[in-house]
């Protein structure tokens, strides 16, 4: 019985705690939501009574008691949590981005490698049926050779609406704006599926006037096939808008399309033809007592993440998207503030190194 805790009890924190919830109840994983953790007690009853578990008095009674921790704080606040959590030997799930810049980054993957705990990050869009598709579909080659992708990012400022995260407004606690905290995934994904980068360029802009948080930012990558990709990341104030993704891939036979980031479907134009092919998730995550509303199909989005973490803890396996991959994007990311500090100049990107 793999005991969980919940460090943070934010929106991301129910996102994870009402999938595994799910599965417990239905028996997919063996395991019990036994403590969380939030400075705002009354936020942090509400998520222990719906998922099942206790609140814990401090982080030290947590770490105590649990085997894994899902580390769902502010990215500020990530560090203090995993090295409670790896000082005791329990498993961390830690969500993106791992903290405020990529030295902070290296030197958290740094100190869990060095405890040897396993640890997955968030980037949970690798596990979305839409991605993988994708990816296969490069890899099998039937495309012909990718020649340029088009990427758009947008949702309305996460110090709003649902996501109501005015810790987003602040570059102390998030190390910036859009880039960082939203499009990390994006520069993942387009690795993840295309390859990798050599270099980009970017610029960034601040329109809502929160010092040192972007809200829109351009990058231009170059990836070692020769593919050219173009990333646009904006928040802005449309409140029907949430967060949205949308990918037009050019390659020498075909044009590839998606503006739903977990399902799809894919559509794949050709000369010969034009194919809608869906990417349903396993039935196991449409089976799960979740609503099958918006909130439910939100929750579905992580089960699979958070069920192949859960799964590698309890075999022994070696969980992933791993730490190390998140220091990838967070270079990414680094480069491309890099080059929007110097108006736009192109940065070159040392090869990834394997850990």
Known sequence: MLRIGFVGTGLIAWAHGLGLAAMIEVGIIEAEIALVLDPRAQRAEGFAAACGARVAGDLDELVAHCDAVWVCTPTAAHRSAVDAAAAAGCAIFCEKPLATGLEGAQSLADAVAAVGVPAQSGLVLRSAPVFR?????????????????????????????TYASRWRADVVQAGGGCLIEHSIHDVDILRFCLGEVEQLSARTSNFSGHEGIEDLAVVTMSFGSGLEAHLTSVWHNILSRGSTRRIELFCADAMVWLDDEFRGPLHIQTSDADEMRPCPSPSWVDDLPLSHDEVGLAVRAYAEADRAFVDAVVAGGIPAPSLHEAVVAHRLVDAAYTSAAGGGVPVTLAPAATP
């Open 133 to 161: 598709a994708l990816r296969a579909l490069v890899a099998a080659g039937t495309l012909g050779r990718p020649m340029a992708a088009i990427f758009r990012d947008d949702q309305y400022f996460p110090i709003q609406g």
